[in-house]
C-alpha cells in the first residue's frame, strides 16, 4: 500500500509517498480502507520535529481519517467489514490502510462524506469541549473567537452559535472575515487594524467579551485578555501565530477573569465522563443536521506536499482534507 513516510525530520518538501507493507490485524484492532484524511497545524509540526512530543522514526503523519472497516479482529463486536467509520489516532492517517483500537473509530453517521467525517472530530471536540466543558458558556454571553477562519476557529464559531451565543470572529483578511459570517458569526472585527480593541468596545456596547476561544497566541491574544468583560473566560487553544503570549499577573486580578487551558489530547485520559459528553452531543447535533462540519479545500493523495504547504501558510480556510480512497 502507499503511505506518506517520515523518515527524518525536515521540511514537508523532503518527505516523500512510498509502498510499505499493509498493517497486520491485533487483537482488538480494526483495520480501515481510509478514503479521506485531514491535516492540521500539529500535524505540519510533528513532521519538523518541532511539537512537544516526538513520533519515533520513521512514522506516517495525520490523525483524524473516515474510511471503510476492511477487517476486523476476532474479539471486536460491533463492527463489521464495510462499515463507514471516522476515527482518530496518534498518528499513521496519510496512508491507504491503517489499523488501530476498535475504540478509535466510530461509525459515521448516515449521510457524512468521508471529507467531512475526516475533517469532524478533533476540532469539534475542541470547540465544544471548550466552550461548554472549559468556559461554561451560556446563551447570550458573548464570544470572541480569534483566527475564525481556522479549522478550529470556525469550529468554535459554529458550536458558539449552536450553544447560543452572540458570535464575534476575529480575521485577518476580508476573506476570513466573510468566511466566518458565511458560518454563522454575527459580526466580524479585523485584529490588524491598531484601532481593533476600539471596535471590538463598539460591538459589545463596552461589555466587553465574555468568553475568548484562542487558537493564535502572540501579541493578539494579549490585547484580547484586555477586551475581556468581567468574570470573563480566557480559552488557551494554541499557538498558530508562533509566539507563546505572557499574560501580566494584574491583568486577571483587574477583569476579575479566568486563563484556562484546553487540550484535547488529553481528555480522554483525564476526563473521560467529559469526552462522552461532548462527544455524544457531537454525533446528535450530526444525526440532527444542526451541525455541518466545515471542509476546508481537498486535495489528491499525490499533492499531500500541497496541503501542507497551504495550511502552513495560515491563508487556508478551514481544514485541509487528502482524498485518499
Excluded: C
Excluded at 33 to 45: E, N, T, Y
Excluded at 138 to 148: C, D, Q, T, Y
Aim: hydrophobic share 45%; no cysteine.
Amino acid at each position: 500500500m502507499k503511505a506518506v513516510v517520515v523518515e527524518k525530520y525536515d521540511s514537508i518538501d523532503n518527505v516523500g509517498l512510498k509502498d510499505v507493507a499493509l498493517p497486520d490485524v491485533s487483537a482488538g484492532q480494526v483495520r480501515v480502507k481510509i478514503r479521506a484524511a485531514s491535516i492540521g497545524f500539529v500535524d505540519g509540526l510533528k513532521v519538523q520535529g518541532l511539537y512537544q512530543t516526538k513520533d519515533p522514526l520513521p512514522f506516517t503523519p495525520g490523525t483524524e481519517f473516515a474510511g471503510i472497516v476492511d477487517e476486523v479482529a476476532g474479539d471486536v463486536s460491533g463492527l463489521t467489514r464495510g462499515t463507514p467509520v471516522m476515527g482518530m489516532t496518534r498518528s499513521g492517517a496519510l496512508a491507504e490502510y491503517i489499523a488501530v483500537p476498535a475504540a478509535a473509530v466510530t461509525a459515521m453517521p448516515d449521510g457524512i462524506a468521508p471529507e467531512v467525517g475526516a475533517a469532524f472530530r478533533a476540532n469539534y471536540l475542541t470547540a465544544l469541549y471548550a466552550l461548554s466543558e472549559r468556559a461554561s458558556l451560556r446563551s447570550e454571553e458573548i464570544l470572541l473567537v480569534l483566527g475564525a477562519a481556522g479549522g478550529t476557529g470556525i469550529a468554535a464559531v459554529q458550536v458558539g452559535k449552536l450553544l447560543g451565543a452572540r458570535v464575534i470572529a476575529a480575521g485577518s483578511t476580508e476573506q476570513k472575515r466573510k468566511f466566518a459570517t458565511d458560518h454563522g458569526a454575527d459580526s466580524v472585527v479585523d485584529y490588524t487594524q491598531d484601532n481593533w480593541r476600539e471596535a471590538l468596545k463598539d460591538l459589545t456596547n463596552g461589555h466587553g467579551v465574555d468568553v475568548i476561544f484562542d487558537p493564535v497566541g502572540g501579541d493578539v491574544s494579549l490585547q484580547a485578555f484586555r477586551s475581556i468583560a468581567w468574570n470573563g473566560r480566557h480559552l488557551v487553544v494554541g499557538f498558530a501565530a508562533g509566539k507563546i503570549p505572557a499574560l501580566p499577573f494584574n491583568l486577571p486580578l483587574l477583569k476579575g477573569g479566568v486563563l484556562t487551558g484546553v487540550d484535547v489530547a488529553q481528555i480522554g485520559r483525564r476526563e473521560p465522563d467529559a469526552e462522552k459528553r461532548v462527544t455524544a452531543q457531537l454525533f446528535a447535533w450530526l444525526r440532527e443536521k444542526k451541525l455541518v462540519p466545515v471542509v476546508g479545500q481537498v486535495f489528491p493523495f499525490t499533492d499531500f506536499r500541497e496541503a501542507f504547504r497551504t495550511m502552513q501558510t495560515r491563508a487556508a480556510l478551514g481544514k485541509m482534507v487528502i482524498r485518499i480512497g
